[in-house]
């Protein structure tokens, strides 16, 4: 098993490194932090709440361009190439596929969840509040795109179908306060939780949020049987 988790981790590394465009969505939410910063301090900004609503934008952005994005793009060219089916065919279980897929982007996820707030100047007070609110939402976004991977039978198809998911979770966070019906609608969401702490930030509170949580939770559950469905499916074919 741990020879077949290392070769398939080093197939996802040499496709990144080959791939220019891969490595290019990985490096661009880092510029795109920065720009946003340097625009702000330009226009006078640079207030707590100008960090946060930069955050809000940021980070979520970063997640999916440089998370989410990639793996539809790796498991969409390995399917055209017939890579998933010799690996399967080869013995290669999907359990052991969908673990080796989740590695990069979970260290990508870290890093990001380190670096944004960093390059953004914001402190981070609580920083378990911090970590399991990212890390959950991150990890759905990871299945939600994961899925889409699955599901999609090409590159332009991958890359068609995860461009309103990009944009949905972008600014979901921007449209809680516009309206009370969207703001429902974002509670509901699987960044209901996200927007939750960054619009409350210091007055954050998890009774408050529980259904934004209970939501979270909802979505995390049925992401993971509809990506372990996928996988039996195609182990059967």
Not at 39 to 52: I, N, P, S
Not at 201 to 229: D, K, M, P, R, T
């Amino acid at each position: 098993m741990f020879k077949r988790m290392s070769a398939l981790l080093w197939l996802r590394l040499q496709i990144i490194f080959s791939n220019k465009s891969i490595l290019l969505q990985i490096l661009l939410p880092f510029a795109f932090a920065y720009f946003y910063k340097y625009l702000f301090e330009t226009q006078g900004g640079g207030g707590e709440m100008e960090a946060l609503a930069l955050l809000a934008i940021c980070l979520p952005f970063s997640l999916v361009m440089a998370v989410g994005n990639p793996i539809t793009v790796i498991l969409s060219e390995e399917k055209e190439k017939g890579n998933l089916r010799t690996l399967l065919l080869s013995g290669v279980r999907g359990s052991e596929y969908l673990a080796s897929t989740l590695v990069i982007p979970f260290v990508l996820t870290l890093i990001i969840m380190g670096a944004v707030p960093l390059i953004l100047g914001i402190s981070i007070e609580n920083l378990v509040n911090y970590g399991v609110i990212v890390f959950l939402t991150s990890l759905v976004i990871i299945l939600t795109y994961l899925f889409l991977g699955l599901v999609t039978r090409s590159q332009v198809e991958a890359q068609v179908i995860s461009l309103p998911v990009m944009l949905l979770v972008a600014f979901l966070p921007m449209l809680a306060n516009l309206d009370k019906s969207l703001g429902t609608f974002v509670d509901y969401s699987f960044m209901g939780l996200f927007t939750d702490y960054v619009t409350k930030w210091q007055a954050f509170s998890w009774n408050e949020a529980l259904e934004s949580l209970l939501a979270l939770a909802g979505w995390l559950v049925l992401l993971i049987i509809c990506n372990f469905w996928v996988l039996r499916r195609r182990d059967r074919m």
